[in-house]
């Protein structure tokens, strides 16, 4: 483990404390989702991608094992050496379909993970490590934002970014757009983004995903109090809050709420605050947006890349594109 300690911070820790302090201030409350994964967020989130309702993670591992020659194709059709830089890789279940293909193929490529998690990359480093020893890796526990300042341009190979999930789906529009952007300005021509988009569909599917039967989505929402709690000396009291999700079919946006069930005030002992809340009033906590095509081709251009792949599952649910520099 001694190359993922070495990167080791907390990237959290005050941004947390600051997140809260604003947040809880503003009309409506609001948090943000990337709060969501401590050790047990990251716990839940895994099951929730088991969850018989949460169809993102076998769409997408659908179209990862459907096309996996065929991206192998795109990201080097020259057979130049590549460094596969996963942002927010979590526990990797998708993109080993990538390692053991690329592997199986003798491709010369380096496995770079990123995440905010460090128990998830932890985790993911010692099964990949015992997969495939002599796969070259790179880990790094950190934000997506801040990683990509660290994207070397030291080395010749071509750039891969994996950024796979629906994780873009977790930006507001305009941190998407600069998302892209960021990346625009630090890749070179004929690097590559293979982004995993979530697509619209039915409603009745999609709000189903964010509101399971087991309640894991609910248990997940309700964690980041849990979290604060721990972290922020906090009060909050699980149970006098509940899980609220929309679907709008027409902004193709999912919302998350945390809702007070009475009104109630809540000490942030670390902070020195005292946060009222009224009966029935919302934390807004995350946005998990669906796409169209044109929306991510709209994304591609105004960005600087161009689309060269589009890949979906047999459902048509879920797309893996290709953006290149
Ligand atoms: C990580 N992200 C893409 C998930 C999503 O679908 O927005 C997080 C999640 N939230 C509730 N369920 C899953």
């Known amino acids: 483990m001694d190359d993922v300690e070495t990167v080791i911070r907390d990237?959290?820790?005050?941004?947390?404390?600051?997140?809260v302090r604003t947040g809880l201030q503003k009309t409506p409350k609001a948090?943000?989702?990337r709060f969501f994964y401590d050790a047990e967020g990251s716990r839940i989130f895994a099951e929730i991608?088991?969850?018989?309702?949460?169809?993102l993670t076998r769409s997408e591992y659908d179209v990862l094992d459907t096309y996996k020659a065929d991206l192998l194709r795109l990201?080097?059709?020259?057979n130049r050496p590549f460094e596969l830089v996963e942002l927010g890789a979590g526990d990797g279940l998708k993109t080993k379909i990538l390692l053991g293909f690329f592997e199986s193929q003798r491709a010369d490529f380096t496995y770079a993970p990123v995440d905010i998690s460090a128990d998830a990359l932890e985790g993911l480093v010692v099964d990949v490590r015992?997969?495939?020893?002599?796969?070259?890796l790179n880990p790094r526990h950190d934000d997506y934002f801040s990683a990509l300042e660290h994207l070397s341009s030291e080395t010749d190979s071509r750039k891969v970014i994996l950024f796979l999930g629906s994780n873009i789906g977790n930006f507001a529009p305009d941190e998407a757009i600069a998302f892209y952007q960021q990346l625009h300005d630090r890749l070179k021509p004929s690097d590559i983004v293979l982004t995993g988009f979530d697509l619209q569909k039915n409603p009745a599917v999609i709000h189903a995903a964010y509101n399971d039967r087991q309640g894991l989505t609910r248990a997940?929402?309700?964690?980041l109090l849990r979290r604060i709690n721990r972290d922020l000396d906090a009060d909050f009291d699980l149970a006098a809050f509940d899980h609220y999700e929309t679907y709008s079919p027409e902004t193709g946006e999912a919302r998350s709420y945390l809702v007070s069930q009475k009104a109630q005030t809540v000490d942030i002992r670390s902070l020195g605050m005292q946060v009222p809340f009224q009966d029935g009033e919302i934390i807004h906590t995350e946005i998990s947006r669906k796409f169209n095509r044109s929306q991510i081709e709209h994304l591609a251009q105004q960005t600087g890349f161009s689309l060269t792949g589009w890949f979906t599952d047999s459902k048509g649910y879920f797309a893996d594109v290709i953006f290149i520099r």
């Open 11 to 19: 990237p959290d820790a005050d941004a947390l404390a600051e997140e």
């Open 49 to 55: 991608m088991r969850s018989p309702e949460y169809y």
């Open 75 to 78: 990201i080097t059709p020259d």
């Open 130 to 136: 015992k997969q495939w020893p002599d796969l070259p």
């Open 31 to 33: 948090l943000s989702s």
């Open 220 to 223: 997940f929402n309700l964690n």
